[in-house]
């Protein structure tokens, strides 16, 4: 975890998202939260993550998605380097 992001801020707004409780909600959330092009941002970072894991290459998903190179190259980093985050959501996705 990246020490300069755990703050009681960020504390406050993940507890915030914890709290949702439906798709709805968390639409009328981030919708107010967030503008449109940040949370289409970041819907399409996660749809980046979601077809390098599926083995997609980065002209497929470019064309697919509209992310530049950048973009995926930065997610890449992310599923290879982070803090496996996406790996925890991709496992709790695929048992529903």
Do not use: W
């Amino acid at each position: 975890m990246n020490k300069k992001i755990k703050t009681p801020a960020v504390d406050h707004l993940f507890d915030a998202v914890l709290a949702l409780q439906t798709k709805e909600e968390c639409y009328s959330f981030f919708e107010d939260l967030c503008t449109v092009n940040e949370l289409l941002s970041l819907s399409q970072r996660f749809e980046v993550a979601s077809m390098l894991k599926s083995g997609r290459t980065y002209l497929d998903i470019a064309e697919k998605t509209g992310a530049s190179t950048a973009t995926i190259s930065r997610v890449n980093r992310s599923l290879n380097y982070g803090s496996d985050g996406y790996e925890l959501v991709f496992q709790r996705l695929d048992t529903k």
